[in-house]
């Protein structure tokens, strides 16, 4: 059975960096995309980046091109969310998720807490 766990959320001033990890487990990843989303109160949940785990080809909302990072590390089963610039609008649950190549994302995480404080 897949999971996905997020952890690094916490709370950041303006301006500041956060790593959020998630750690996959329960089946091989190669061939899968790995995404983050976010969701802040009141409003949809929206794609952040993903990330192809076989050749860590990188997609990413314009919102957050040239300020966030998708990363994986293969031995660790591991996908990373290096956040820098932050501003308050970064304000959200985060969640890591898991698709096949042409699929949706199926898997999903149980979410970490990033706040950014003006």
């Known amino acids: 059975q897949v999971q996905l766990v997020e952890s690094g959320g916490g709370v950041v001033q303006a301006g500041g960096s956060l790593r959020l990890s998630c750690a996959a487990s329960?089946?091989?990843?190669?061939?899968?995309?790995m995404g983050w989303f976010r969701q802040a109160p009141g409003k949809e949940r929206e794609f952040v980046a993903e990330?192809?785990?076989?050749?860590?080809?990188?997609t990413y909302a314009d919102s957050v091109k040239g300020r966030f990072t998708i990363s994986r590390d293969s031995a660790k089963n591991t996908v990373f969310l290096q956040m820098n610039s932050l501003k308050p609008e970064d304000t959200a649950v985060y969640y890591c998720?898991?698709?096949?190549?042409?699929?949706?994302?199926?898997?999903w995480g149980q979410g970490t807490q990033v706040t950014v404080s003006s």
């Open positions: 329960g089946r091989t990843f190669s061939g899968y995309v």
């Open positions: 998720a898991l698709r096949g190549s042409f699929g949706e994302y199926d898997y």
């Open positions: 990330i192809k785990w076989s050749s860590s080809s990188a």
